[in-house]
Structure formats: C-alpha cells, structure tokens
C-alpha cells in the first residue's frame, strides 16, 4: 500500500462513527457522503458542515417551501436605549415552545437591535425602493451596455445587502450570513424556520 493510501486509511480510522452520524443527522445526507465530507476536512466537524452547507447538501435546502404558521414574538433590550421585536415562525406549536427556538428568535431580535435592517429578504423590498435604487444606479452607469443588467442587479444585491436581515452577517459568528444561521437551526429542529417581520426602536430616534 502507497503511503498516500494509508494517510488516507488513517484518516479514515481516525473519524468516530458517532462524528459522521452526528453529521449525517444535522445535514440529512447519507453516511457514505457525510464520511467523505469529513475526511475531506481531515476530521473537522465544522469544516465538513460549512463545506456541505456551501454546496447545499443540508436538509434546509429541502425544506424552504413548507408553511410556517406557528412560532413565537420575542423581544430584546439593549441598556434601556435599543429595543427590537421579532416574529419567528416554524411549522408546530412543539418546537415554538422549545428553548432552542426562543433562543433563535432572541438571537434574531439582537441582530435586529445591533444592526438596524429594513427588509427581511431581497424579495421583501418593496418594488418602489427597487425601482427608485435601480433608476439611481442607471444614471450614473459606465460599464459595457451588453452587460448592463447583469451589472445593475448585482450592484442593486449590493446596495440593499447590509439593510436586508438575511444577507446581513450573524453577529455571533460573522462567517456565515444570518440565513445560513437560520438553516442550520431548520437542519436541527427538521422544521422550516422564517422570519414574518420585525421593529425596531431607538430612544429619541422616530422614523
């Protein structure tokens, strides 16, 4: 056997079967492809997952189109000067009920309080600011006409990213963007999670 073959083989060996069942469970794949995503991090649980996520291998990827009619409001406030509220939805009353899904929707209301975003997803903006956005961008245009859409609509993406609660990154972990926090908590609970609306306020601050 090729030392390359048994670096792998060691390897291998190394991984516990409970660390790819562990995997298995939180992405829904098979063990075969959690085994190989494992090794391919050298053992790194995190790695594997991120590198899984990035690909779309979680089962949150499968679940984004089922209805959310229950959940919970919660709240947060920051030294009696900054409050947010949010609404946090799933599929059953069980899981709104669970401490791991309020400590999700506190974890989303800090977010709201410490980063201030307008919108809960791209496709909540409303059409108006979209245009108004676009028609500004337009204006000061100088790339190449032929590609002039595609340029637009990334830099309106842009534009809007860091007033959009979903493109903003998490603040308890700036590597993953707050709706890829939220998948991993849909790939946890097996429920699909979505944020309905939000509010922010700021003492002394009207809108």
Known sequence: MSEELKEKASEVKAISIELIKKLKELSGVGLTDAKQALVEAKGDFDKALDAMRKKGMTKAEKRGDRETREGIIESYIHDGR????????????????TEEFKDLAHKLAMQVA??????????????????????????????????????????????FSEKVLMEQPYILDDSMTVAQFIKEAIAKTGENITVRQFKRLELGVTE
């Open 82 to 97: 900054i409050g947010a509220i949010v609404e946090v939805n799933c599929e059953t009353s069980f899981v709104a009920k």
């Open 114 to 159: 410490s980063m201030n975003p307008m919108y809960v997803s791209m496709e909540s903006i409303p059409e108006a600011d979209l245009k108004a956005k676009k028609k500004d961008l337009e204006a000061n245009f100088k790339g190449p006409e032929n590609m002039k859409d595609q340029i637009l609509e990334g830099q309106i993406k842009k534009a």
